[in-house]
């Protein structure tokens, strides 16, 4: 999924273990409860406007807000 474009995508409950992102635009996507475990994302991804709430991110952490 490198270089895609995923701007204003519906990603929740998304199983994204693993997956390659970098350079992928992501604005205003919704993570919701989205799993990004391990998922490789570029070092300043576009994520302006995206939904984190109860996001288990790329290095295990769980998000449980968009702040």
């Known amino acids: 999924m490198r270089y895609a474009v995923l701007d204003s995508a519906n990603l929740s409950d998304a199983c994204l273990v693993d997956a390659h992102l970098k350079g992928a635009s992501m604005g205003n996507v919704n993570f919701t409860r989205c799993n990004l475990s391990g998922a490789e994302l570029s070092e300043n991804p576009w994520l302006e406007g995206a939904i984190f709430c109860k996001t ?5 952490s769980i998000r449980i807000n968009n702040t």
Do not use: I, K, Y
């Open 56 to 60: 288990t991110m790329p290095d295990g």
